[in-house]
């Protein structure tokens, strides 16, 4: 496809996004499987700059000169003039190109210098509050498109290993020094999990952030832990790698259709993972020495991967969101044993969601204490997330 094409598509693309109560990868699916003639390289370049805009929404339509209901070609624009792009060679009005910018386009256009902070920011106006004291370089950072990150899986390899079978097939890597078994790909991501290192178990894409998470639990053999928002199993297989495959996992999730992964994932990495519904949850209560939560949140710290989740949060979504949290943290206590610990992270960077919800889980339970938390943010290169880790004060009278 010629860029003007590529643009065209891209256009179409944010324009069903807009009116669509589905994200964007499905979106992007199904746009693929009707337009067949699109490559792989033309998929991953629409794809690119679908997500570019939809993550500048709000200063590509100050850019474009846009103030109400900016459509497809507005965003786009928008966005592409941000990049710098040369916008006449991609708006040429040839067939499956845009038409040729209009004399109103042309002068609407505005400095992104101009705007107010929150449009700067690529934030919704409504955030305002929550997102107090947060450095402005931190939703910056979520402007630009994120890492891919691989975790290797040392029950079966070490990362030299992993970089060297990775290679074989193109993809490069780079250790990441602060995280151990954690690589970035240089080159190449799209042919991660068509890899050997990959069906083979060797290597699990995961966020080297999401990765510092899981090693809060600090499994050691024969410990019996409890994910208790497990989703798609990523934590799971990090915590039970980390064990060398020699602590008991469960796996629960309130929705059982997204642990469906879990076992297929479970046997690629060589691990064991057992999945629990309600029933056994509640018959093991009190008898786990981890209890991981993976709490559901706003994902802000993760806005580059989904940026179509930032503008479908609500202030009412949110505050659900963190009552939520709070009846997570006050199960998970239920069903840690006496000495036990409770690990709580999200993907978010707001207060509200993380140290303020340890801390005020604290103050309903002071038999309980914080002993280790972490922070890390998109400007340091992961995605945004929160961890803290909870035991009970032993009385030792």
Known sequence: MRPDARVESAIEIVDT????????DRILTDWGRKNRFAGSGDRRAIADLVYQTVRRMRSSAWVAGTDEAPNGRDLVRGNLIQAVADLNSLFTGMTHAPEILSDAEIGNQRSLDTAPRLVRLDMPDWMETWIAGIDDAEFISLKDRANVDLRVNRIKCDPQKAIQVLSETGISCERISDVPDALRVIDGSHRVNRSD?????????????????????????????????????????????????????????????????????????????????????????????????????????????????????????????????????????????????????????????????????????????????????????????????????????
């Open 17 to 24: 996004w807009l009116v669509s109560e589905h994200g964007l």
């Open 197 to 397: 290192a990959y069906r083979d178990g060797l290597v699990e894409i995961q966020d080297a952030g999401s990765q510092r998470l899981a090693t809060l639990a600090e499994l050691k053999p024969g410990e019996r832990t409890l994910d208790l928002c497990a989703g798609g199993g990523g934590k799971s297989l990090a915590m039970a790698a980390a064990s060398g495959g020699k602590a008991e996992i469960h796996a629960y999730d309130i929705s059982a259709a997204r642990l469906n992964e879990i076992p297929e994932r479970a046997n690629r990495a060589g691990v064991e993972i057992t999945l629990i519904d309600r029933d056994a949850l509640d018959a093991n209560a009190v008898s786990y020495d981890v209890v991981f939560i993976d709490a559901p949140c706003s994902g802000s710290g993760a806005w580059r991967r989904n940026p179509d989740a930032k503008w479908r949060l609500t202030a009412e979504r949110l505050e659900a969101l963190i009552q939520t949290q709070r009846d997570l943290l006050d199960q998970a206590r239920l069903l840690t044993r006496p000495q036990g610990r409770i690990v709580y992270g999200t993907c978010s960077l707001l207060k509200a969601e993380n140290r303020a919800q340890i801390d005020a889980f604290v103050r309903r339970h002071p038999s309980w204490h914080i002993c280790a938390d972490l922070t890390l943010l998109p400007s340091g290169g992961t995605d945004g997330f929160f961890g803290g880790v909870l035991s009970q004060v032993v009385d030792s009278r």
